[in-house]
Antibody, heavy 119, light 107 residues
Framework: QVKLVQSGAEVKKPGASVKVSCKAS????????MHWVRQAPGQGLEWMGI????????NYAQKFQGRVTMTRDTSTSTVYMELSSLRSEDTAVYYC????????????WGQGTTVTVSS | DIQMTQSPSSLSASVGDRVTITCRAS??????LNWYQQKPGKAPKFLIY???SLEGGVPSRFSGSGSGTEFTLTINSLQPEDFATYYC?????????FGQGTKVEIK
């Protein structure tokens, strides 16, 4: 079945970077865009950006421009989200989610990766 | 950016009740509106896409309607497993913004 499996929890110091992975299985990896969404503790969902696994093109939310990089490895069907210059406000659960039809919602989600930024 | 505003932010309801959640967009998004359900500690679950189309496997007591700037999610005959937080999301343009969420609690 279609599945997205994310890497484990991370604890980082302010100013550091974190790289979260999301391994896809059960479908043709390059046929579906992948989004990243985060959720701070007790807060709502925040869209971070999207990557086209086929051409590696990306589109980031303005808020994260310059700090976020989304990449992919087609040989392992894995997408990555790297966030740099971490601050305490980046403490959140980070999700990858598959875009099933380019602009009609996110049908499959990873289990989430908790990133804690603390000195 | 398109702002998505949900109302109410929370509501209390009983099993068997009919519940309606509203989502308003700051500009027209045609029918590019999706709904998700999230339970504590879990990833969101995809419920409805294109404003009114039910994702496969989602119970028929869930329904969506609307177009343009105003949308609704209705849950007919609320079940115990429906107590959760619901989010709308616009997929008309990037950034694909979410509403702030509506928490459905047990009365």
């Amino acid at each position: 079945q279609v599945k997205l499996v994310q890497s484990g929890a991370e604890v980082k110091k302010p100013g550091a970077s974190v790289k979260v992975s999301c391994k896809a299985s059960g479908y043709t990896f390059t046929n579906y865009y992948m989004h990243w969404v985060r959720q701070a503790p007790g807060q709502g969902l925040e869209w971070m950006g999207i990557i086209n696994p086929s051409g590696a093109t990306t589109n980031y939310a303005q808020k994260f421009q310059g700090r976020v990089t989304m990449t992919r490895d087609t040989s392992t069907s894995t997408v990555y989200m790297e966030l740099s210059s971490l601050r305490s406000e980046d403490t959140a659960v980070y999700y990858c989610a598959r875009d099933w039809s380019s602009n009609d919602g996110l049908d499959v989600w990873g289990q989430g990766t908790t990133v804690t930024v603390s000195s | 950016d398109i702002q998505m505003t949900q109302s109410p932010s929370s509501l209390s309801a009983s099993v068997g009740d009919r519940v309606t959640i509203t989502c308003r967009a700051s500009q027209s998004i045609s029918s590019y509106l999706n709904w998700y359900q999230q339970k504590p500690g879990k990833a969101p679950k995809f419920l409805i896409y294109a404003a009114s189309s039910l994702e496969g496997g989602v119970p028929s007591r869930f329904s969506g309607s609307g177009s343009g700037t105003e949308f609704t999610l209705t849950i007919n005959s609320l079940q115990p497993e429906d107590f959760a937080t619901y989010y709308c999301q616009q997929s008309y343009s990037t950034p694909q913004t979410f509403g702030q969420g509506t928490k459905v609690e047990i009365k």
